[in-house]
């Protein structure tokens, strides 16, 4: 290495300058060091960015696909505000309402007489679901006018009698 040299070099060189010809070994480590750092940038972005999908995971379905959506919202288009409302989505937990409406509806249609569409196993047609639309109104024209007194003013139509409906077996996790 003394050979080569250059006469105005100072005669006590650093450890990391190498001879011309040989390898860099700082360069090599720090070129590892660099593509190593990039990649750990990388996976905690993604990881921090995936933050509210993995929070929404739990939750329901058409929540964890709206937190999804603003998540890949706030990815393509750097806008941080979708970020934070779907970690605020993702952490707020809603409650299930649907079903308790769902039992109000087969409650509903129990008393109305109406076969409820997953026993029928068929959809009911449009004109099935307009008589039942139209006795629905004259139910509540005959109670309007039960609670007027029962003398039926105001209304045509004589009062509604509904038929006996069996009643369904409990579920075990409702009882």
Do not use: C, Y
């Amino acid at each position: 290495m003394a050979e080569s040299l250059n006469p105005a070099a100072p005669h006590h060189l650093p450890s990391f300058i190498t001879a011309p010809g040989s390898t860099d070994v700082l360069m090599v480590i720090m070129a590892i060091v660099l593509v190593l750092s990039i990649l750990a940038f990388g996976i905690l972005f993604l990881r921090l960015h995936t933050l509210p999908e993995r929070l929404a995971h739990k939750s329901q379905k058409i929540q964890f696909e709206i937190v999804a959506v603003l998540g890949l919202l706030a990815l393509f288009t750097h806008m941080h505000i979708f970020w934070v409302a779907g970690l605020l989505l993702a952490l707020i937990d809603i409650p299930d309402l649907g079903s308790f409406l769902g039992r109000i509806a087969s409650s509903v249609e129990k008393i109305a007489g109406v076969k409820p569409l997953e026993e029928a196993g068929e959809v009911q047609s449009p004109e099935i679901v307009a008589g039942s639309k139209r006795a629905g109104e004259a139910a509540g024209l005959a109670l309007q006018a039960h609670d007027r007194g029962g003398k039926g003013e105001g209304t045509s139509t004589p009062p509604i009698r509904s038929e006996s409906v069996p009643a369904r077996k409990k579920e075990s996790k409702h009882a």
